[in-house]
């Protein structure tokens, strides 16, 4: 699944991590003023925030997209002399875009958290009649976060064409790495299915399920500075009173909870849908051998293993209710979270209109962040079940003692030894 992808697998992830955090790192540590020494400054600490799309092409973002590029170059040119692999190109400049396109993704809804403020306290001055405004002007204001809204949906149509584009490198490499090892791989029972159509599921699920992680991973170190900074309006928390960065505290605090939560209701449900991929096995085994044998795939025998179908699909529904009234309790919850974290203060008359709306947005980008296992946990748990099928799969060529559920799916002929 990953050494056919990336060159030496468990020292590349490594490697990613470390080099990452060596960036981020040096970018806080005085590499964002180092675009000075090119003529691309910093912005002014006292300087207004620029409103609109004009922010992306301004001299500090100018100088990041710089900064990012000569990082992403220097580790590709490292692991090209190090580990050449066919797939490098695809592997390390294609998923440094990918990070890339979902980092700038994630700036277009920080600008468009900034323009939420003076934007909806012209309304709120205009409603009130403490100010006026002309038509034209609201106009200009709209057609500011049309901007934003067009390039965000530009940069998203692109960057989903080019996410499927790559996870089909991805399937193509396991592809081409298991055809390989065809002769040793081709005796086994359910082959052809792991080769074609595994590879196929996997790759469909980390489409959706990896783009999705690291959209969480960048909209949180986005969006926590402007939660920290919104949190100089708001007064004190709901039975908790007055505490250093309010919001920010109530967003962990409230994630927390419900990844929690949600662990302990569908700890069960990773190994239960294992053990349907093992039943289905033994029943669609005992089906293919009837299909040359006529002692085989008799009715009795047939009837017995779906009933072991029916039971454990039964197990799993049951299973799902539980787990399903926790995930939507807390769903439901989470829409009126913030508002609740926002009553002190506005009973306080601390807040505008404007502000309401950026705390709220900013809110639920960095809570939803935090939630990623929670809004994700049935996509995590087909994914484990069908790596678990491909990891027994590929045992039989690393000759890696497998764990016990891993063998109790190859005993019932997921992936039969060989014959």
Do not use: C
């Not at 580790?75 to 980092?103: D, H, K, Q, T």
């Not at 294992?274 to 051998?289: H, T």
């Amino acid at each position: 699944m990953f050494v056919s992808f990336f060159p030496k697998p468990k020292l590349f992830f490594i490697s990613v991590v470390l080099w990452s955090a060596v960036l981020v790192a040096g970018w806080f540590l005085g590499g964002a003023q180092l675009g000075a020494l090119i003529g691309l400054q910093p912005a002014a600490p006292d300087a207004p925030p620029l409103i609109g799309v004009s922010i992306f092409w301004s001299p500090p973002f100018v100088w990041f997209y710089i900064y990012f590029l000569i990082g992403v170059l220097l580790f590709y040119g490292f692991w090209r002399w190090y580990s050449p692999n066919p797939w490098l190109r695809w592997s390390i400049l294609g998923s440094a875009l990918i990070l890339f396109v979902v980092y700038f993704q994630v700036q277009v809804s920080v600008a468009v958290n900034a323009w939420y403020g003076p934007f909806y306290d012209l309304i709120q001055a205009v409603l009130s009649k403490s100010e006026t405004a002309t038509p034209e002007q609201l106009y200009r204001e709209i057609g500011s976060f049309a901007g934003l809204a067009l390039v965000g949906m530009n940069v998203a149509v692109l960057n989903a064409f080019f996410v499927s584009h790559w996870i089909f490198r991805w399937r193509t490499a396991m592809n081409d790495y298991y055809v390989g090892h065809w002769e040793k791989l081709r005796h086994i029972e359910g082959a052809s299915q792991r080769v074609q159509e595994d590879t196929m599921r996997f790759s469909q699920i980390m489409e959706n399920l990896g783009v999705a992680f690291v959209d969480s991973i960048m909209t949180l170190i986005a969006f926590t500075p402007v939660l920290i900074n919104l949190s100089q309006h708001i007064s004190a928390l709901p039975i908790i009173g007055e505490v250093a960065q309010p919001l920010l505290l109530a967003a962990i605090g409230w994630s927390l909870f419900g990844t929690v939560a949600l662990a302990v209701a569908g700890i069960r449900l990773p190994g239960l849908q294992f053990r349907n991929q093992r039943v289905e096995a033994a029943y669609r085994k005992e089906l293919v051998y009837g299909e040359d044998h006529a002692d085989r795939a008799q009715p009795a025998t047939l009837s017995e293993l779906f009933d072991n179908v029916r039971r454990n699909y039964f197990r799993l529904y049951f299973h799902y209710v539980y787990f399903n009234v926790v995930r939507y309790t807390y769903l439901q919850a989470n829409n009126m979270f913030a508002l609740l974290v926002m009553v002190p203060s506005i009973a306080a008359q601390r807040l505008t209109l404007g502000l309401m709306n950026q705390i709220s947005y900013a809110f639920s980008q960095v809570t939803s962040s935090f939630q990623f296992l929670v809004n994700s946990w049935s996509t995590i748990v087909e994914l484990l079940s069908v790596y678990k099928r491909l990891h027994a799969f590929e045992a039989t060529l690393s000759g890696d003692e497998l764990p016990k559920l891993d063998q109790e799916y190859i005993e019932a002929g997921g992936v039969e030894e060989q014959v």
